[in-house]
């Protein structure tokens, strides 16, 4: 799981029904990692990962990356 996956808001449903995998692919994808990286680094097919991210973005309600990355680093901002 990435690192800041833990401190990811914990009163949000979505973040606290994502799967292992989703959360991994959220912390790459949140570090502003293209799908190819993304599956590559995983060892999963890119095809996979758009799944992930299709799930990834019901789950927090959001429609695009830039959208998740704001929802799951809302709470990080200094």
Not at 18 to 40: D, F, I, P, W, Y
Not at 59 to 78: F, M, Q, W
Request: charged share 20%; glycine share 8%; hydrophobic share 35%.
């Amino acid at each position: 799981m990435p690192d800041n996956a833990d401190s990811w808001p914990d009163n949000d449903i979505g973040v606290q029904t994502m799967t292992r995998r989703e959360a991994e692919v959220t912390g790459l994808v949140s570090q502003g990692l293209a799908n190819k990286v993304v599956a590559k680094q995983l060892g999963i097919g890119e095809g996979t990962v758009k799944i992930h991210l299709h799930n990834i973005y019901q789950k927090l309600h959001v429609s695009n990356r830039v959208e998740l990355i704001l929802s799951t680093t809302a709470g990080h901002r200094t």
